[in-house]
């Protein structure tokens, strides 16, 4: 089965600086992986999404993350944070022959101005 | 423009009680499911299906029922609700197998 971890539980950073949050996942083949953002009393907003080809993918709101086979990670960036951006974010695993997606705990991002 | 529609958004249950929470799709998606949310602990998935007549359970299964009598609706029975179950719950839906999916805003859920 497969497994996600997002190692930072909360991060602060400064509007306008660049923000990375990491994901680790475990599956033994190459998985579908997701980003997910949810502000405060709101559902999960899908930020992007990586299935196959280029390992750099972009997304909504200036995101992009990028998959690396070799370290298991799939870490989100955003090169600069603005103050709309403090949320909880989620990694997600979905292996390529089953239904269910797995979830990391969360990182919490604070914006500070 | 619905999407995903979870009702109520906010329940106050007494342990023993019952309760239904109610999820529905106009997306014609095959494939549903249910999540609870937990801090630190991210979304856990208590019961899945893959069409109408299909359900299976996920990780967390005890105390929860589920049926999909059609593609749009999938229901999630509270059997005898306990303190235990306070959590918010997150029904999602998807057009296949690992393609985006898409959340309801999320059913709060507190018994006492």
């Known amino acids: 089965a497969q497994s996600v971890t997002q190692p930072d539980i909360h991060i602060t950073v400064s509007e306008g600086a660049s923000l990375e949050l990491r994901c680790n996942y475990s599956y033994g083949a190459t998985p579908y992986l997701f980003w997910y953002v949810q502000s405060p009393g709101q559902g999960l907003q899908l930020l992007l999404k990586y299935f196959s080809g280029d390992t750099l993918v972009q997304g909504i709101k200036g995101f992009e993350a990028e998959f690396k086979r070799s370290q298991s990670s799939f870490n989100l960036r955003k090169p600069s944070v603005h103050w709309s951006d403090a949320a909880e974010y989620f990694c997600a695993v979905g292996a390529r022959d089953d239904y269910k997606l797995s979830f990391g705990a969360g990182t919490t991002v604070t914006v500070r101005a | 423009n619905a999407g995903v529609t979870q009702t109520p958004k906010f329940q106050v249950l007494k342990t023993g009680q019952s309760m239904t929470l109610q999820c529905a799709q106009d997306?014609?998606?095959?494939?549903m499911s249910w999540y609870r949310q937990d801090p630190g602990m991210g979304l856990r998935l208590i019961h899945y299906?893959?069409?109408?007549?299909?359900?299976d359970q996920g990780e967390v299964p005890n105390g929860y029922n589920v049926s999909r009598s059609t593609t749009e609706d999938f229901p999630l029975r509270l059997l005898s609700a306990a303190p235990s179950q306070t959590s918010v719950y997150f029904c999602?839906?998807?057009?296949?197998?690992?393609?985006?999916?898409?959340f309801g805003q999320g059913t709060r859920l507190t018994v006492v």
């Open positions: 299906s893959v069409g109408a007549g299909i359900t």
């Open positions: 997306m014609n998606h095959e494939y």
């Open positions: 999602a839906s998807s057009y296949t197998r690992n393609t985006e999916a898409f």
